[in-house]
């Protein structure tokens, strides 16, 4: 281990962790979108000191379960997540593929094409699911797009468990994504904590949660401290517990200070309330 503590998890089959929450802990990243597809394995200067399988490695080490995998955090095909967690006798949860729009009228084909590319990669990684932005251009026809892109990427990329989230302007709303899924009914929600803001919130979180198939538990912290804004959090969970959800909760946090005890504050936290 490279850090001095651990965090003991109980739930460990449910509170796993997205590569995000140690993106400060990386000292390197590979940017890559659709638009730059030459640059797709050339490392850019992270903030931290670990590499990547370094980072797998003390996740696994201290008990999680699953890990969620930015795809920006790699290169592609480069395969060596699979093999660290081959050694702990898991596979991957979740490949986050954070870039692509496909609902974009002018270059919409070609970032459904990429998404394409990095979803038949995750087989490669033996990842369980995929995670795909639903879409980031509001058009008249936007919902119809992107249930059709839906469509068409699980029959390009059988095999794989396809999923999306209440992110970005397309799925903003909780009549857009209920539609979407009416529409892709093999489709699966990733239920994410910290996307939507606003009075609203809770309600339209509430009115989603029935499709939640596993959640993106983000958190913040209160200003200058260690300590999850509880209100907030509580309210999230006790949205997930009122329809008996049931499914793995990956802790996700940004902000500032040391990455590693702000996951460890997270868990502890989600250990205790679910």
């Known amino acids: 281990m490279r850090f001095p503590f651990a965090c003991i998890i109980i739930?460990?089959?449910?509170?796993?962790?997205?590569?995000w929450t140690l993106h400060r802990a990386l000292k390197e990243t590979f940017p890559n979108a659709p638009a730059s597809l030459t640059t797709r394995g050339t490392a850019a200067k992270g903030t931290g000191e670990q590499t990547l399988p370094e980072v797998l490695e003390d996740v696994l080490e201290l008990g999680y379960?699953?890990?969620e995998l930015c795809h920006f955090h790699m290169a592609f095909g480069d395969k060596s997540p699979r093999m660290v967690l081959a050694k702990h006798g898991l596979r991957l949860g979740c490949l986050l593929i954070d870039e692509g729009d496909w609902t974009?009228?002018?270059t919409g084909?070609?970032?459904?094409?990429?998404?394409?590319?990095?979803?038949?990669?995750?087989?490669?990684?033996?990842?369980?699911?995929?995670?795909v932005i639903g879409g980031k251009t509001r058009t008249d026809d936007a919902i119809k797009v992107t249930a059709e892109r839906f469509a068409a990427l699980h029959q390009a990329v059988p095999g794989i468990e396809i999923s999306t989230e209440n992110w970005f302007d397309v799925l903003a709303n909780p009549?857009?994504?209920?539609?979407?899924?009416?529409?892709?009914?093999?489709?699966k929600l990733c239920f994410d904590f910290g996307n939507w803001n606003g009075a609203d919130k809770y309600d339209r979180l509430a009115a989603i949660a029935h499709l939640a198939t596993y959640s993106h538990a983000k958190c913040d912290f209160l200003p200058g401290t260690n300590k999850i804004a509880a209100e907030d959090y509580d309210k999230c969970l006790q949205i997930?517990?009122?329809?008996?959800y049931q499914g793995p909760y990956?802790?996700?946090n940004g902000g500032e200070g040391d990455p590693w005890k702000a996951l460890a504050a997270t868990a502890e936290y989600l250990d205790k309330r679910i």
């Open 240 to 244: 997930l517990a009122a329809v008996d």
């Open 250 to 252: 990956t802790a996700v």
């Open 11 to 19: 739930h460990v089959n449910r509170i796993g962790v997205s590569t």
């Open 104 to 106: 974009h009228p002018e």
């Open 65 to 67: 379960e699953h890990v």
């Open 109 to 131: 084909d070609r970032d459904a094409a990429w998404i394409a590319e990095w979803a038949k990669f995750a087989v490669d990684l033996g990842a369980q699911r995929i995670r």
């Open 175 to 187: 009549d857009d994504v209920i539609e979407v899924f009416a529409q892709v009914p093999e489709l």
